[in-house]
């Protein structure tokens, strides 16, 4: 069954049934000796049928997550770059989400970008909350972590409920965050978070929005799980690999500031 993901659209691996007949016809006029050869063999990988699998979509998630890791090495002994890094991973994130043909190079180079943005980001709040750094990064892992084994066991899955609640979520959210923004920047409020740092019944609005945030961030990795569990199931091209860790690491970078910017609200009001 075809997948409403455009990048499923248009892929050899749905039009995989008259390759399936051509490789039947010739086993068949192959002799027994030949036969017992050919499933000796080992199992082809992603190399040999160019077919994503999970095992290239982790090494290349992990690649792509190494420059990140350097990318933030960079901005955090040179924090002047955090602004010039946001504005580049946030042209490069553009790029790689309306580009048809996924390019490694770009994915890789949006990957960089964030991590010079996150590693100057972290920098800021590590100098005024000492320690922020090490919980975010520890808090980032246990969100990812306790998600990645709950879908591997299978005990949370992704539902078109769910998503249409995420979905309306989401826009609210980013509503939200785009009026807080336009307030702190034209000084309508002299709050550090703008908003989130007005609160109810003594708690920072921030607080609450942040659990909530976090909630959804997880629910956007159980559905990035399962649009690569998809894929490989569909026999997606390879190159849909590095698609499937530049959406993992879209998810997990914000993630990780909607937990370090939770932390600090949590940290200041006391």
């Not at 993901?5 to 490789?23: I, L, R």
């Not at 009026?179 to 550090?192: E, L, V």
């Not at 590095?242 to 600090?264: C, H, P, S």
């Amino acid at each position: 069954m075809a997948s409403s993901n455009p990048a499923f659209k248009n892929s050899p691996a749905f039009s995989s049934g008259a390759a399936k007949g051509v490789q039947l016809s010739q086993t068949q006029n192959l002799s027994a000796t030949e036969l017992d050869e050919l499933y000796g063999r080992p199992s082809a990988g992603s190399t040999e049928t160019d077919r994503m699998s999970y095992e290239d979509t982790i090494v290349k998630t992990v690649v792509a997550f190494g420059f990140l890791l350097v990318g933030a090495a960079v901005g955090w002994f040179v924090p002047a770059l955090m602004i010039p890094a946001a504005i580049a991973g946030f042209v490069l994130a553009l790029v790689n989400i309306f580009k048809k043909k996924t390019s490694p190079a770009l994915v890789l180079s949006y990957a960089a970008a964030q991590g010079v943005f996150l590693g100057g980001l972290t920098m800021f709040f590590e100098s005024r909350y000492p320690g922020i750094a090490v919980q975010a990064v520890l808090a980032t892992f246990v969100v990812v972590g306790v998600t990645l084994g709950l879908f591997a066991s299978g005990k949370i899955r992704a539902s078109k409920r769910a998503t249409k609640i995420f979905l309306i979520a989401m826009v609210g959210y980013a509503a939200f965050s785009l009026i807080n923004f336009g307030m702190i920047i034209f000084g309508a409020t002299d709050q550090p978070f703008g908003l989130r740092s007005e609160e109810i019944f003594g708690i920072p609005l921030g607080a609450i929005l942040g659990v909530l945030v976090i909630l959804m961030g997880a629910y956007a990795l159980v559905l990035d799980f399962d649009g690569i569990q998809q894929g490989v199931r569909n026999g997606a091209p390879r190159s849909f690999a590095w698609r499937a860790a530049f959406g993992i690491m879209l998810t997990v970078v914000w993630l990780y500031v909607e937990i370090l910017r939770l932390i600090a609200i949590l940290r200041g009001s006391n």
